[in-house]
């Protein structure tokens, strides 16, 4: 049976190493093996306990309602506040002087600490400012914003007011911002002048000026918009709708009466990155998805909350900064870095002088960032002292094990575990991932279903694939933290996770995965992108780690592109690490062939790239991720399509040209 008519994937590569949690954090680690066993038995219950490291105004009295499914509600009856638990809680329980956030601006000595106290004051005045402004419970309020300190507490002033919030990547564009704002209804946005990238002062006030004009047009009104001044650019302003932060804010008392909400009450929209296509308003409610991140960011980050400092370098732009950057360390009472720019300024070694600077134990990223640290050299992260770290953490995309490997040596000084979490914007925190204190991580790999969570690999018609082979990633029970809904479309909410599997009712996560023969759990890049060579159906993490495994590549991104023999034929395109050529040297073609014979000796001729492109840059979108149609359209000779979600849209042009001029070399 070929794989393709099993609706599996192939099974290509294999993974000896191991990595064992070292016997002190094993021993001190806050899950342990018995959380798989507790949660199986009963999982409600173990979810129940979870919910209890939360403040309740009045306690559920029901766990889960799916008797309408897949429009679940957990916590029932529950009524609870997200800011007073990220916040207040903490001040009430004594931790007043705790810090809660180290923030570091991108120019050098521009820091500012901010205890819970500080944050409970700054909330509460930014909540009465929202009320002033007209903001009432239920409306929705955008925040486009920089990494400052004012974005969490415009989160979690509306979080306070239950007036949901819908956070729009700083770097997007005036358009991107419109139709978000448009799709979700916002009357109100929360923005600043500017902020700090790559060393320069980055407008943000022009965008949301040309958005409020472009859905003005489409009858859609911004009433306000709330100003804070970090740059101190000039800015045009509308004298009937711009209002200053610090006009409007720091006059407000500190004090706020915090309303309780249903626990189903809505926290949040936010539109997925859009690496396959039009952006989709997930819904998150509050009680649920607190639980999940307070318990996964304790567990799955092993917290310690009174020794650890801890940071999530995620945008606040896209769902990591929300629940691991914002919701989950607060709820937590933790101790976070907040970091404002770009990790080569002012220069490359900028992440590890502030891991050395605040003494950072847990530090979690994205495989993006870590292959551009593999590209920059060993010798910069080597200036720093980072022996406080003790955990790091991956997520966004499968970790190549050539960046795992790296990623724990270089920087976790061979003694830290590593813990790859799958999750999406929609399940809301974490599904799959090593325990730290508990599994014998393989590098490559997210492992299990954390306690509590139900993942399975399926066939085609819902099977549960035997070890050794692929399928589609679905989620068989449902989860605190997961979407309600996508924002005003139930049908598309149904139609894009649901309908897949109706039949058994399982969520279909849109990725590919395998298990190995141990049953152990790898993500394979998404269906959409899985490639099918002569009748084999290849997944393009596979092959792409291969190509990282090359002591000369850095980064690579494979697609399939139509070929007339074999139906389709991979392309790949790699980033060489700065040590593999000299300077303006061009690759040569034996490099090319060298890296084509490569592939096959890893994991054989089926998966051997017909073609292979150096190129400068890969296209990603603005949270890190390669955008592999738009690959595909080049590899097709297409015209490249919709490049609205791209961080930098002149990367295509360069990838184009030197398409144009490489041959074919089949
Ligand atoms: P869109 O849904 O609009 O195309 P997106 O899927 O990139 O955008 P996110 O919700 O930010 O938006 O990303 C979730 C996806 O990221 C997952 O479905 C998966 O493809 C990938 N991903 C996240 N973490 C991991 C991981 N640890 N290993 C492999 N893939 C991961
Ligand atoms: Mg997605």
């Known amino acids: 049976m070929s794989d393709e008519s099993s609706g599996t994937l192939a099974n290509l590569a294999h993974e000896e190493r191991r990595f064992e949690p070292p ?24 979810w129940e306990k979870q919910a209890d490291r939360l403040d309740w105004d009045t306690r559920w009295d029901r766990v889960l309602d799916w008797d309408d499914p897949p429009f679940a509600k957990w916590f029932v009856g529950g009524r609870i506040n997200a800011a007073w638990n990220c916040v207040d809680r903490h001040v009430e329980n004594g931790a007043g002087d705790k810090v809660a956030f180290h923030w570091v601006g991108e120019p050098e000595d521009d820091k500012r600490d901010l205890t819970y106290s500080d944050l409970k004051d700054e909330v509460s005045k930014a909540a009465n400012a929202l009320v002033e402004l007209g903001v009432q419970t239920g409306d ?73 004009d472009k859905v003005a047009e489409r009858g859609h009104e911004v009433r306000k918009v709330l100003v804070v001044r970090r740059t101190s650019q000039e800015v045009e302003w509308n004298d009937d709708r711009d209002v200053w932060w610090h006009d409007l804010v720091d006059s407000q008392s500190t004090e706020h009466e915090c309303e309780f909400f249903d626990s189903e009450h809505p926290l949040y ?62 709820a937590n009472g933790a101790t976070s870095v907040m970091y ?38 060993d010798d910069i992260p080597a200036k720093h002292d980072l022996s406080k770290l003790r955990l790091l953490g991956s997520v966004g995309e499968s970790i190549n094990p ?9 920087i976790g000084g061979d003694r830290t575990p590593v813990v790859d979490t799958w999750w999406q914007t929609e399940t809301g925190s974490i599904m799959i991932s090593p325990l730290p204190g508990v599994t014998a991580a393989k590098p490559g790999s997210a492992m299990k279903s954390i306690p509590g969570v139900v993942v399975d690999v399926v066939t085609d018609e819902g099977e549960s694939v035997p070890n050794g082979s692929g399928g589609f990633l679905v989620v068989k029970e449902p989860w605190p933290a997961m979407l309600r809904t996508l924002w005003g479309d139930d049908e598309r909410f149904k139609e894009t996770y ?16 395998k298990k190995d023969d141990d049953g152990d759990i790898w993500l394979l890049g998404r269906v959409d992108d ?9 997944s393009t993490t596979e092959i792409e780690s291969a190509l990282v495994s090359h002591p000369k590549v850095a980064e690579a991104a494979v697609v399939g592109a139509a070929d007339e023999t074999t139906g389709q ?98």
């Open 402 to 410: 050539e960046a795992y490997i790296w990623y724990r040596k270089t």
């Open 269 to 330: 929209v936010l539109y997925t990155s859009g690496t396959t296509g039009k952006p989709k308003g997930i819904l998150h409610t509050t009680g649920g998805y607190l639980v999940g991140c307070a318990y996964t960011h304790w567990g799955i980050f092993d917290l310690k909350r009174e020794t650890d400092v801890y940071w999530c370098t995620a945008d606040v732009g896209w769902v990591t900064g929300h629940s691991y950057g914002v919701y989950g360390p607060l």
């Open 340 to 377: 404002e720019g770009t990790p080569d300024t002012p220069h490359k070694g900028r992440w590890w002088e502030i891991c050395e600077q605040y003494g950072v134990t847990i530090l979690y990223t994205a495989p993006t960032a870590i292959r551009t640290f593999m590209k920059w050299g």
């Open 530 to 538: 899985v490639m099918n060579v002569s009748g084999h159906r290849l």
């Open 569 to 666: 034929a991979v392309c790949a395109f790699v980033i060489l690490r700065e040590s593999a050529l000299e300077e303006g040297e061009e690759a040569p073609d034996s490099l090319i062939q060298e890296l084509r014979q490569h592939v096959q000796k890893e994991i054989g001729a089926i998966a051997k790239p017909r073609q292979i492109m150096v190129v400068p840059e890969l296209p990603k979108t603005r949270s890190g991720k390669i955008m592999r149609r738009l690959l595909k359209d080049v590899a097709e000779n297409r015209e490249v399509g919709d490049v609205t979600t791209l961080a930098d849209s002149t990367v295509m042009d360069l990838i184009g040209k030197g398409m144009s001029s490489s041959k074919d070399d089949a």
């Open 140 to 212: 929705r309020v955008a925040i486009y914003m920089p990494m400052i300190p004012e974005t969490a507490i415009a989160m979690l002033a509306c979080a306070r007011l239950g007036a949901p919030h819908t956070v729009v990547f700083g770097g997007f564009s005036s358009d991107a911002l419109a139709n978000r704002v448009e799709d979700c209804d916002a009357k109100v946005i929360i923005t600043a002048d500017g902020g700090y990238r790559r060393g320069a002062p980055s407008a943000l006030k022009p965008s949301v000026d040309e958005a409020c």
């Open 23 to 46: 016997k002190e954090f094993a021993e001190h680690a806050n899950l342990k093996a018995d959380a798989y066993d507790e949660a199986e038995k009963d999982r409600l219950g173990f």
């Open 498 to 513: 649901w309908s897949r599997f109706e039949k058994q009712g399982f969520y279909f996560a849109g990725d590919g995965a």
